[in-house]
């Protein structure tokens, strides 16, 4: 039988109930459910016991296997928080003056995705198609060809890709090229980012393998989630604490890929640009503190204390508080019925590979009374969902004009932009995502085996 083997740097626990608040972990755990057989492989979280051989832990959850390998402390810090978190990520969200750069953490990276090859191989079997996922595995694919393996290897990234101009900037990125097109396809998000990945490979030579395949989300499935969460006691206490006032919510891991500083600015400036909405308006923004461990997001976290602190101080009144602000995770079935109850949401990244969140918001509304949805053009959703209320995140006016159109929108065009963006949604799913990109991967491989063997040459040189 085939398996789908999907590699990612971490998995979620299959123990846990509740998954982590994060994209990828979300689109994955919906491919999954449709799957015959799989296998899950990624970096378990821990730190490895120092006296201890490296082994790979496996946990057997339905029709998924979930396997896990520790990580030691410098690998850790070189690999996961340094190269990934403080180079790679900044980057590719064109953010080139946050990329701090140091050789060790490249020689970490490499490790590691030489690590991962290692531990992954003796868990293969003959039929399997391995699916590679995000910036942290890079040289994964070539690693694994290097040791022999001849399976179809598909590689997605789910950030951007920058252009060739910012992309020569990040040293080795000639190797990771290198590395990467020793995949028989990469999937990246949107046209953009496939049209920039396919140019630096052509200005180096490579192969260009790179395709668009814009992930989705299971929306009947979130939709069914949003409706039962109305039943739920969470839900009735936001209801009544709103008092009949319209709800502004916005859900996004603590990064400063998302605009959260510009877009508080933003609700700022319509408070003080439309001064009906003070007293009535309540923007609920739940944010999940992520990579704590990095520099940039404890400051990040730091100064969106002090702004959020700094509005509230200003405008609140006794019996109103114009920002509610959660750090904790919502759990997803209550979060749902939130965005359900909702009138607008915020999605406003300065740059997202493709945004979740927006979808989520669409599929969980009610039909017969839809919230509105503002959009940054930034993000890889936003050419899919043209009907949303779009938005430059860098200027808070444009913000505070489509917040205050958005609340005065009437319910029939509210309806009739709702309509048209639930059918993008809908369209767009995990399933099709997945589906589409594996019948690519496995018709990409049999080219790619055919052309090798044609030039006489091994697969994988
Ligand atoms: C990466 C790319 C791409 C948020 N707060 C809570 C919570 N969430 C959930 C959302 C959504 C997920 O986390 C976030 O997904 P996004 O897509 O918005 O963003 P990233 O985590 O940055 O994901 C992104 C994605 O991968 C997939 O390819 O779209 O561009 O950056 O599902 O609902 N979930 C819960 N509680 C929260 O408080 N339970």
Not at 143 to 158: M, Q
Request: aromatic share 10%; with cysteine; glycine share 6%.
């Amino acid at each position: 039988m085939n398996r789908l083997v999907i590699v990612s740097n971490r998995i979620p626990d299959p123990d846990e109930r509740v998954l982590p608040a994060g994209g990828l972990a979300i689109g994955l755990t919906d491919v999954l459910r449709d799957e015959p057989s799989s296998l899950w492989f990624g970096w378990s979280g821990n730190q490895e016991d120092r006296d201890k051989e490296q082994t790979v832990h496996q946990n057997v959850c339905g029709k998924t296997v979930y396997a896990t390998l520790d990580l030691s402390a410098k690998h850790r810090k070189g690999y996961y928080q340094r190269f990934c978190n403080a180079i790679i990520w900044p980057l590719f969200h064109y953010r080139l003056g946050l990329m701090d750069y140091h050789r060790a953490d490249w020689e970490s990276y490499v490790d590691v995705n030489q690590l991962f090859a290692r531990k992954l191989l003796p868990l293969l079997r003959q039929n399997d198609t391995i699916w590679i996922h995000d910036y942290h595995l890079f040289l994964l694919g070539h690693e694994l060809r290097k040791l022999n393996v001849t399976a179809p290897i598909g590689f997605f990234l789910h950030i951007p890709f920058p252009p060739w101009s910012l992309f020569r900037a990040l040293p080795h990125g000639e190797d990771i090229l290198r590395h990467l097109s020793a995949c028989d396809i990469i999937g990246l998000q949107t046209e953009e980012d496939a049209a920039n990945m396919n140019e630096c490979f052509r200005r180096f030579g490579f192969p260009q393998r790179a395709a668009a395949f814009p992930i989705g989300i299971d929306p009947k499935r979130f939709a069914r989630e949003a409706q039962e969460a109305t039943q739920g006691d969470e839900y009735a206490r936001l209801k009544v604490s709103l008092q009949g006032r319209p709800l502004i919510i916005g859900a996004d891991r603590l990064d400063y890929s998302k605009g959260l500083q510009e877009r508080l600015t933003g609700y700022e400036k319509l408070l003080t640009r439309f001064p009906e909405h003070r007293g009535r308006v309540t923007y609920l923004q739940v944010t999940p503190i992520s990579r704590k461990e990095v520099e940039e997001y404890r400051l990040l976290r730091r100064q969106l204390d002090e702004q959020i602190g700094r509005i509230n101080g200003m405008f609140a009144q006794f019996d109103w508080t114009p920002v509610r602000y959660l750090t904790q995770t919502v759990p997803r079935h209550i979060l749902a019925g939130f965005y359900r109850l909702a009138d607008v949401g915020l999605v406003t990244p300065l740059r997202d590979g493709m945004n979740l969140v927006a979808k989520e918001f669409i599929a969980a509304q009610d039909p017969e009374r839809p919230g509105a949805l503002v959009l940054s053009t930034l993000a890889g959703a936003a050419p899919e969902l043209p009907e949303a209320i779009l938005i430059n995140p860098h200027d808070p006016d444009d913000i505070a004009e489509a917040l205050h159109l958005a609340i005065n929108m009437s319910s029939s065009e509210k309806k009739q932009r709702w309509q048209s963006l639930n059918s993008a949604v809908q369209a767009s799913t995990a399933g099709n995502w997945s589906r589409t990109f594996l019948t690519e991967l496995r018709t990409a491989h049999a080219k790619n085996t055919e052309d090798s063997a044609a030039a006489g040459q091994d697969y994988d040189s």
